[in-house]
């Protein structure tokens, strides 16, 4: 099982382009955590169960590690997750030949219930911007990132990917690489490129200091690039500060609902944020109470007084 998993995680870099987080996380989901916590991985599962071979899963196994993460309290998102990897890799197992034949082809996921992304209204959005101090160079970057996160709607993988030669202050751009390495251009306002131009100038060349400069936008105090987890613990602690939960999703989420309820097109947001399908831009189509009300008073006829 372990020559077979390490092609098949080849194949997904290789061959499917697929990012480093990505193949982290179907690697998770079939090796599990080997170091500590509970159990939860489907290679795991199967060496629990007695199970040598891969030749030994059918449908009814896997209806068997959907219960037994289910057992575990995982939640059923991570438990679809979970499934796909496996029915990913046994994709792959038969393309590559090495099943004559995929027995759970036509297995399905637990029934997702369908949530509203978190967001942040426009106050909270620009409390929570304003709030970050800028007399340092810590600070003048934070302030840069925060901007970004909020104009552009950029996921934070590509946030931290970012180098400074993609970044355009003049025509308010910067050329970010999406999943599976697909190229778009995000836009920005007047207050990100102002952000990101102030970090530039006084913020970025302290932290870089003597050191080589090997092209990162975002960087630490040793002049290195910004890993994805240290962008969500400073998000985090920021959104804290003002008794609110919020990680770098929710400044995506909170972008992407802002741009429709202030009249963008659905597919101009889902080319903006780099969605393949038009479906995964959709969530976002709810509208805030406030906002019902505003559309309902101007839109319908017996909402106004003195309609004769």
Known sequence: MQEVLEKYIDYLRAERNFSPYTVRNYTSDLLGNRFRGVEKG?????????????REVDRRVLRDFSG???GQGVARSSIARKL???????????????LSANSIKKTRSPKLERKL??????????????????STPVGLRDRAIMELLYASGIRVSELVGLDVSRVDLAAREVRVLGKRSK??????????????????????????????????????????????RWVQKMVAKHAL?????AHPHTMRHTCATHMLEGGADLRVVQELLGHVSLSSTQVYTHVTRSQAKKIYLAAHPMAREGVE
């Open 42 to 54: 489907f290679f795991q599962f199967l060496v629990a169960r007695g199970i040598t071979t891969l």
């Open 68 to 70: 037994w993460l289910m």
């Open 84 to 98: 796909s990897a496996v029915r990913s890799l046994f994709r792959y197992l038969e393309r590559e030949g090495l």
């Open 117 to 134: 992304p978190p967001f942040l209204t426009v106050k909270e959005a620009y409390k929570l911007i304003e709030a970050l101090e800028t």
């Open 183 to 228: 190229e778009r251009v995000a836009l920005m306002g007047e207050p990100a490129a102002r952000a990101l131009r102030t970090y530039l100038e006084g913020g970025r060349p302290v932290l870089v200091g003597d050191r080589r400069d090997r092209g990162a936008l975002f960087v630490n105090r040793y002049g290195g690039r910004l890993s994805p």
């Open 241 to 245: 500060a003002l008794n609110r939960e």
